[in-house]
Protein backbone atom coordinates (compact mmCIF):
# COMPACT_ATOMS: atom_id res chain seq x y z
CA UNK A 1 0.00 0.00 0.00
CA UNK A 2 2.88 2.14 0.70
CA UNK A 3 4.19 1.87 -2.90
CA UNK A 4 1.19 1.83 -4.30
CA UNK A 5 0.63 5.87 -2.32
CA UNK A 6 4.35 6.96 -3.21
CA UNK A 7 4.02 5.76 -7.01
CA UNK A 8 1.21 8.02 -7.36
CA UNK A 9 2.82 11.09 -5.46
CA UNK A 10 5.36 10.16 -8.20
CA UNK A 11 2.95 10.39 -11.07
CA UNK A 12 1.38 13.23 -9.71
CA UNK A 13 4.28 15.40 -9.31
CA UNK A 14 5.58 14.46 -13.09
CA UNK A 15 2.42 15.79 -14.56
CA UNK A 16 2.52 18.68 -12.36
CA UNK A 17 5.86 19.46 -12.99
CA UNK A 18 5.61 18.89 -16.95
CA UNK A 19 2.66 21.37 -17.43
CA UNK A 20 5.09 23.74 -15.88
CA UNK A 21 7.86 23.42 -18.37
CA UNK A 22 9.12 27.14 -19.42
CA UNK A 23 10.40 25.91 -22.67
CA UNK A 24 7.24 24.52 -24.48
CA UNK A 25 7.38 23.36 -27.74
CA UNK A 26 6.82 26.10 -30.12
CA UNK A 27 4.38 24.98 -33.30
CA UNK A 28 6.63 24.49 -36.05
CA UNK A 29 4.96 25.78 -39.35
CA UNK A 30 6.25 24.82 -43.02
CA UNK A 31 6.81 27.22 -45.22
CA UNK A 32 6.68 26.91 -49.14
CA UNK A 33 10.04 27.49 -51.18
CA UNK A 34 11.84 27.06 -54.10
CA UNK A 35 15.51 26.60 -54.71
CA UNK A 36 16.46 29.31 -57.15
CA UNK A 37 19.95 28.27 -57.70
CA UNK A 38 22.41 25.80 -56.18
CA UNK A 39 25.96 25.03 -57.02
CA UNK A 40 27.99 23.38 -54.95
CA UNK A 41 31.58 23.55 -56.20
CA UNK A 42 31.58 27.32 -56.53
CA UNK A 43 31.29 29.72 -54.20
CA UNK A 44 30.08 33.22 -55.65
CA UNK A 45 30.74 35.55 -52.67
CA UNK A 46 34.50 34.77 -52.02
CA UNK A 47 35.84 32.60 -48.91
CA UNK A 48 32.71 33.54 -46.40
CA UNK A 49 30.39 31.29 -45.03
CA UNK A 50 27.01 32.67 -44.43
CA UNK A 51 23.09 32.11 -44.14
CA UNK A 52 21.42 35.26 -44.52
CA UNK A 53 17.95 36.87 -45.74
CA UNK A 54 17.67 39.06 -48.49
CA UNK A 55 14.68 41.35 -48.45
CA UNK A 56 15.26 44.02 -50.44
CA UNK A 57 16.74 45.00 -53.87
CA UNK A 58 19.15 47.48 -51.95
CA UNK A 59 20.66 44.34 -50.10
CA UNK A 60 21.01 42.11 -53.29
CA UNK A 61 22.49 44.57 -54.82
CA UNK A 62 25.11 44.36 -51.86
CA UNK A 63 25.71 41.02 -51.39
CA UNK A 64 26.14 40.14 -55.26
CA UNK A 65 28.26 43.15 -56.28
CA UNK A 66 30.31 40.77 -58.88
CA UNK A 67 29.11 40.41 -62.29
CA UNK A 68 27.16 37.20 -62.84
CA UNK A 69 24.32 35.30 -64.40
CA UNK A 70 22.59 36.02 -61.12
CA UNK A 71 22.69 39.98 -60.93
CA UNK A 72 19.77 40.61 -63.42
CA UNK A 73 18.03 37.84 -61.93
CA UNK A 74 16.04 39.86 -59.20
CA UNK A 75 14.62 43.19 -59.96
CA UNK A 76 12.60 45.51 -57.20
CA UNK A 77 9.94 43.92 -58.30
CA UNK A 78 10.75 40.51 -57.09
CA UNK A 79 11.28 42.07 -53.69
CA UNK A 80 7.63 43.35 -53.17
CA UNK A 81 6.38 40.15 -52.05
CA UNK A 82 9.14 37.85 -52.10
CA UNK A 83 12.63 37.45 -50.54
CA UNK A 84 15.58 34.96 -50.42
CA UNK A 85 17.91 33.00 -48.08
CA UNK A 86 21.78 33.13 -48.99
CA UNK A 87 23.29 29.64 -47.64
CA UNK A 88 27.16 29.42 -48.48
CA UNK A 89 29.25 27.18 -46.80
CA UNK A 90 32.31 25.03 -47.28
CA UNK A 91 32.91 21.54 -47.07
CA UNK A 92 36.03 19.34 -46.66
CA UNK A 93 35.28 17.08 -49.03
CA UNK A 94 34.27 17.89 -53.66
CA UNK A 95 31.71 15.89 -55.24
CA UNK A 96 29.03 16.67 -52.25
CA UNK A 97 25.45 16.49 -52.78
CA UNK A 98 23.07 18.54 -50.73
CA UNK A 99 19.23 18.56 -50.90
CA UNK A 100 17.06 21.16 -48.90
CA UNK A 101 14.18 18.25 -47.93
CA UNK A 102 12.00 21.15 -45.72
CA UNK A 103 12.08 24.53 -44.09
CA UNK A 104 10.15 25.39 -41.71
CA UNK A 105 9.35 28.23 -38.89
CA UNK A 106 8.64 29.08 -35.23
CA UNK A 107 8.20 32.06 -33.99
CA UNK A 108 11.33 34.22 -35.38
CA UNK A 109 13.52 31.38 -36.12
CA UNK A 110 13.26 29.71 -39.79
CA UNK A 111 14.86 25.80 -39.89
CA UNK A 112 16.23 24.79 -43.39
CA UNK A 113 16.93 21.00 -43.29
CA UNK A 114 19.26 19.65 -45.60
CA UNK A 115 20.06 16.02 -46.37
CA UNK A 116 24.17 15.95 -47.06
CA UNK A 117 26.20 13.20 -48.40
CA UNK A 118 30.09 13.63 -48.56
CA UNK A 119 32.12 13.49 -51.45
CA UNK A 120 35.98 12.61 -52.14
CA UNK A 121 38.12 13.62 -49.05
CA UNK A 122 40.67 15.23 -51.70
CA UNK A 123 39.49 18.70 -51.87
CA UNK A 124 37.73 21.77 -49.74
CA UNK A 125 35.21 22.70 -51.74
CA UNK A 126 32.76 26.36 -51.18
CA UNK A 127 28.74 26.18 -52.14
CA UNK A 128 26.08 28.33 -52.33
CA UNK A 129 22.63 27.62 -51.99
CA UNK A 130 19.67 30.48 -53.03
CA UNK A 131 16.54 29.91 -52.10
CA UNK A 132 12.74 31.62 -52.78
CA UNK A 133 10.43 32.25 -50.24
CA UNK A 134 7.14 34.79 -50.00
CA UNK A 135 7.98 37.80 -47.78
CA UNK A 136 5.09 36.69 -45.44
CA UNK A 137 6.83 33.63 -44.62
CA UNK A 138 10.28 35.79 -43.50
CA UNK A 139 7.81 38.53 -41.41
CA UNK A 140 9.08 38.71 -37.77
CA UNK A 141 12.14 35.72 -38.64
CA UNK A 142 15.23 37.36 -36.93
CA UNK A 143 17.48 33.84 -37.04
CA UNK A 144 17.97 31.32 -39.39
CA UNK A 145 19.08 27.86 -38.22
CA UNK A 146 20.64 25.13 -40.73
CA UNK A 147 20.08 21.40 -39.88
CA UNK A 148 22.42 19.41 -41.95
CA UNK A 149 21.54 15.77 -42.00
CA UNK A 150 24.39 13.29 -42.90
CA UNK A 151 23.66 10.50 -45.50
CA UNK A 152 25.78 7.69 -46.86
Known amino acids: MKR????????????GFAGCNDNEMEEKMN???????QDLENNFFGENCFKTFIH????WSE?????TSLMNKYSKEYFENNSLIIYT????????????????KTKNELIIE??????????????????EISKSDSKNINS????ENFIE
Open 144 to 147: IKIL
Open 4 to 15: LLIGMIVLVFSF
Open 56 to 59: SFEE
Open 89 to 104: FSKGTQGNEMNVTKIS
Open 114 to 131: IDVRLGYLDAISSGIIII
Open 31 to 37: VAYTISF
Open 63 to 67: VNNKP
